[in-house]
C-alpha cells in the first residue's frame, strides 16, 4: 500500500500568510493526487486535482504542484475562511488519503 | 446539481453488519464516466477510502477491509450500497459516499452518516 506523509499536521498562521502544505509518497504517483478541505462537521471538499488543476469554483488564491513523489499545496493568501483542516489523497493504486492539516488561526 | 445522501441505521451491534445506502440524485449513477466510492473517518482521526463501484458492477475494495467489504449497485434505484460485516468499536466512524470523476478527484460528497458500533 501506498503511504502518503503530510506535514506539517498542524499549523498557525495569520489571515494574509502564505502556506504550505506538503505530502511525499513512499513511491511514485504521477500526479493522481488531490488536495481536499475538511471543516468541523463537514464531508470535505475538493480543492485541486491531478496534482495542479484547480476544481471548478474554487478561489484561485489555492495551488497545487508535484509529480512523482512529493507535493505540495499553497494558499497564496490566508483568508478567514481558510481555516480547516486539509488532506491530500493519492489515487494511483487504491486511494490513500494523508493524515490530515490542521490550519489554526495564530 | 448533483446530490448524494447516505441512510441506514445508527447504532449497529458488535460482529453484526453495517448496512448504509447512498441516494444519487440530480444525474444518473449509470454515467460511463464515474465511479461512486465510500469513505470512513472516525470521530476526531482522518479520513479513510472504503471501496468504489462502477454502474456495471466492479468494484475494488481497500486491501485492509476487503475481506469484510461488500459495495453494490442498483441503476434503477440510483443507489449504491456498502455492507461492512463482523463490525467492531473501531468501525464507528462518519460514512460518506462520493463520486469519483477522475483520479483523486471525488467531487460530490454525501453529509455524512455517523454509524456507531455498541451493544
Request: net charge positive; hydrophobic share 30%; with cysteine.
Amino acid at each position: 500500500a501506498i503511504q502518503m506523509t503530510q506535514s506539517p499536521s498542524s499549523l498557525s498562521a495569520s489571515v494574509g500568510d502564505r502556506v504550505t502544505i506538503t505530502c511525499r509518497a513512499s513511491q511514485g504517483i504521477r500526479n493522481d493526487l488531490g488536495w481536499y478541505q475538511q471543516k468541523p462537521g463537514k464531508a470535505p471538499k475538493l480543492l485541486i486535482y491531478a496534482a495542479s488543476s484547480l476544481q471548478s469554483g474554487v478561489p484561485s488564491r489555492f495551488s497545487g504542484s508535484g509529480s512523482g513523489t512529493d507535493f505540495t499545496l499553497t494558499i497564496s493568501s490566508l483568508q478567514p475562511e481558510d481555516f480547516a483542516t486539509y488532506y491530500c489523497l493519492q489515487d494511483y493504486n487504491y486511494p490513500s488519503f494523508g493524515q490530515g492539516t490542521k490550519v489554526e488561526i495564530k | 446539481q448533483l446530490q448524494l445522501q447516505e441512510s441506514g441505521p445508527g447504532l449497529v451491534k458488535p460482529s453484526e453488519t453495517l448496512s448504509l445506502t447512498c441516494t444519487v440524485s440530480g444525474g444518473s449513477i449509470s454515467s460511463s464516466s464515474y465511479y461512486w466510492g465510500w469513505i470512513r473517518q472516525p470521530p476526531g482521526k482522518g479520513l479513510e477510502w472504503i471501496g468504489s463501484i462502477y454502474y456495471s458492477g466492479s468494484t475494488y475494495y481497500n486491501p485492509s477491509l476487503k475481506s469484510r467489504v461488500t459495495i453494490s449497485v442498483d441503476t434503477s434505484k440510483n443507489q449504491f450500497s456498502l455492507k461492512l460485516s463482523s463490525v467492531t468499536a473501531a468501525d464507528t466512524a462518519v460514512y460518506y459516499c462520493a463520486r469519483r470523476r477522475s483520479m483523486a478527484n471525488f467531487d460530490y460528497w454525501g453529509q455524512g452518516t455517523l454509524v456507531t458500533v455498541s451493544s
